[in-house]
């Protein structure tokens, strides 16, 4: 199984370009993560806002693999802990499709983009800038891949 994290917004800060390379090098034999970069829509006083977030979502939409799962981050998605994402992606794995993740812009998906979503995953609560949403969704990859994997990373 494949996984594609398809992310809105560019340019990573070097903390997380390195945090989420050194996920991706540790997932790349379980689980290779491919990511995904969509630009922002255009925002400002004289944009309409409702066309950032639909351009952002057609773009989206547009980077799914054909016939993959889709789990959209949204924040009124069901929270997993991590032994329940570790149930899931072997739910995933199970169904021989590939896997694609997806992180919305600074005011979230398209309601294209989730109903297209198979599922939605909330991060919990808080609100988390969309570039360390990237690392999040990595490491919670990896420790479920390692859950799965009866390796001691997770310690719980």
């Known amino acids: ?3 594609r994290l398809i992310s809105v917004g560019e340019r990573m800060p070097a903390w997380v370009a390195d945090g989420l ?3 991706r090098k540790r997932l790349s034999h379980e689980l290779p993560l491919d990511l995904v970069e969509i630009p922002l829509g255009n925002r400002g006083k004289s944009r309409d806002p409702a066309r950032a977030i639909a351009d952002e979502g057609a773009a989206v939409l547009a980077a799914l693999p054909k016939d993959c799962h ?3 981050l949204d ?3 069901k929270p997993w802990s991590s ?3 570790a149930a899931e992606l ?3 794995r199970m169904s021989g499709r590939d ?3 997806l992180i919305g812009g600074p005011d979230g998906h398209a309601d294209e983009v989730l109903a297209r979503a198979d ?3 909330s991060l919990g609560p808080l609100t988390l800038p969309h570039m360390l949403v990237r690392l999040v969704v990595a490491e919670q990859l990896y420790r479920a891949t390692s859950i799965n994997a009866g390796h001691p990373y997770h310690r719980a």
């Open 83 to 85: 032994e329940q994402l």
């Open 1 to 3: 199984m494949k996984t």
């Open 75 to 77: 924040g009124r998605g």
């Open 90 to 92: 072997a739910r995933w």
């Open 119 to 121: 599922q939605r995953w």
């Open 99 to 101: 896997l694609a993740i």
């Open 21 to 23: 390379a050194e996920y």
């Open 70 to 72: 889709v789990v959209a």
